[in-house]
C-alpha cells in the first residue's frame, strides 16, 4: 500500500496519473504472493474453460488476460479508461469496455461467473458495495459463482508499521481507518474501504449472496516477505503459500491476510 504521496481521493485520477496498476502484482513479494494465491483460488472456483467470464473493475488485466489464455471467454468492465485502453493494446483475446461496477450496461444472466476483484475496496458507503454485488449476481447465470475481493480492515497498519512508514502524522490517520474501514488519502492511497470478514459476509448477504464462502488470500506472513525482499523462487514464498492455503478458511487467522477473497452462488 502505498505512502507519503499527495492525497489523491479521485479513483480515476489516482489510477491514471498517481499510481501504476499494471505491475502491481510484480513489484513487491506481498503483490507477486497476491496474485499466486489469487489465480490459484479463482482455477478452484471458477468453472472450466471455456466460461463465459465477467471480470468487473479489473484493472489492466492481470486476471483478465491469463483467464482468457486459458480458454475462457473474458470481458472486461473498468471505470478508469486508461486501463480499459491498455487491456484491448495487451490482450486481444479479452474484450473491455469503461463501466462502473455499481451498474454495468449489460443484460441479466450473461456470464457463468462474474469476479469484482476491485470495486468494492473503492466505494467507501456499504448501501454502493451491496448495490455492486447485486450487480454482479444479476449478470451471473443461475448456480455461477460471484467472486470478491477486498482490502483486510488490519492492512494498512500492518502494511506502514512493517516497513517503517508510520509517523506521527499518519499514526492517527491509520488508528481512525482501523476504527471506522474508511480510509484517508492522506495515507498515500485513494478513496478506499477496508473490511473485516464478517462484513463482507453481511453484503453478500444483503445483495442475495447468501453463505458466502471467504478466504484469507496472502496469509499471515506477507509482511515478513515483504521485509526479506523474498523472491519467487526462495523456499520462503513458497512455504508462505503452504502457510496460506493451510490457514486460508480459518476464521481466527483471516484478517492477517492483506486481501480477503469471498464466493457464493448466484
Known sequence: MPAHRPPEPDIRTYYTDVFVEADRLDR?????????RT??????????????????????????GPLAAAGHRVHLVDLVPAHVAAVRAAFPLVTATVGDA???PLPDAV????????????????????????????????????????????????DLTARGLVDDENRW??????????????????????????????????????????????????????????APSERLFEDAVACAETFERDWSVLGASAHLLAVARA
Open 28 to 36: 513487491s513479494p506481498q503483490g507477486r504472493l497476491e496474485g499466486r
Open 39 to 64: 489465480r490459484d483460488l479463482l482455477a478452484r472456483l471458477l468453472p472450466a474453460p471455456p466460461a463465459d467470464v465477467l471480470d468487473i473493475g479489473g484493472g489492466p488485466g492481470a486476471y483478465a
Open 102 to 104: 455499481r451498474a454495468v
Open 111 to 158: 456470464a457463468d461467473a462474474t469476479l469484482l476483484l476491485g470495486p468494492l475496496y473503492h466505494l467507501p458507503d456499504r448501501a454502493d458495495r451491496v448495490t455492486a454485488l447485486r450487480e454482479a449476481a444479476r449478470l451471473t447465470r443461475p448456480g455461477g459463482p460471484v467472486v470478491a475481493a477486498v482490502i483486510s480492515r488490519n492492512a494498512a497498519l500492518i
Open 173 to 230: 490517520l491509520l488508528r481512525e481507518e482501523y476504527a471506522t474501514g474508511v480510509n484517508d488519502p492522506r495515507t498515500g492511497f485513494t478513496t478506499a474501504y477496508f473490511h473485516r470478514p464478517d462484513e463482507l459476509v453481511g453484503e453478500f448477504t444483503a445483495a442475495g449472496l447468501p453463505d458466502p464462502t471467504v478466504y484469507g488470500v496472502e496469509g499471515p506472513l506477507w509482511p515478513l516477505l515483504n521485509a526479506l525482499d523474498t
